[in-house]
């Protein structure tokens, strides 16, 4: 059974602080991506990795970074955090194989509130 | 820029009826998923389409990828409580391409 684990389900910070999320997942993906989901705006890419120590920006990279030093663990890291990133995020892996059509599998997401 | 149009953004229907959920694009994609999310946790992939034209059927879940692969149908038949959910559909561009483009959902309502 595939499974993308993320390390908290809740998370409250206060405004500044440094916010390390984690995601594992169990599948050998070549691919993961952080979102983050907002009513009215759905889901809004922030970075994606297509192999170890590879990096790219989505959407809305700002304020954010990510970490990817093992294939199995994708971390998103909020440096400073705001309230305006206060969201739920999502983290998902896909792998990059001939049978596959980039079908994503996610986590369980983690609700984060800035105060 | 790519977008999936989902309509409609909102659902709330009777136990028992049917519905039809659209995903509409200007743009052609390789391949077209379906995912429902449940509140407080990540979508679950229903389906991937492939083939344009093609029907998929999960129990009482009929999906239909359009014929020149821009658009997609979810209907359900017979919507039960458990059909509640956040419905996305969510395209794929091919080889080379790692992202999908996703649709901003409709929000299903089954009331018992």
């Known amino acids: 059974d595939v499974k993308v684990t993320q390390s908290s389900r809740y998370l409250v910070k206060r405004t500044g602080e440094k916010v390390f999320l984690e995601c594992v997942q169990d599948?050998?993906?070549?691919?993961m991506f952080w979102y983050r989901q907002d009513p009215g705006l759905g889901l809004r890419l922030i970075y994606f990795s297509y192999d170890v120590k590879m990096k790219e920006k989505g959407d809305i990279p700002e304020g954010y970074s990510v970490s990817r030093e093992k294939k199995e663990r994708f971390s998103l890291i909020l440096e400073s955090a705001s309230t305006n990133q206060t969201s739920m995020y999502l983290c998902?892996?896909?792998?990059?194989?001939?049978?596959?059509?980039?079908?994503?599998?996610f986590g369980p997401g983690t609700r984060l509130t800035v105060l | 820029t790519q977008l999936l149009e989902q309509s409609p953004q909102f659902l709330s229907i009777q136990e028992g009826e049917n519905l039809t959920v659209y995903c509409n694009s200007s743009?052609?994609?390789?391949?077209l998923q379906w995912y429902r999310q449940e509140p407080g946790e990540g979508p679950v992939l229903l389906v991937t389409?492939?083939?344009?034209?093609e029907v998929k059927k999960l129990k009482r879940l009929t999906f239909q990828f359009g014929d020149a692969r821009k658009d997609s149908s979810l209907h359900i038949t017979a919507a039960q409580p458990g059909d509640t959910g956040l419905y996305l559909c969510a395209g794929a561009q091919g080889a080379g391409s790692y992202q999908l483009t996703f649709g901003k959902g409709t929000k299903l309502s089954v009331i018992p």
């Open positions: 389409v492939v083939t344009g034209g």
């Open positions: 599948m050998d993906h070549e691919n």
């Open positions: 998902a892996s896909s792998s990059e194989g001939l049978s596959s059509y980039n079908e994503q599998f």
């Open positions: 743009s052609v994609f390789s391949s």
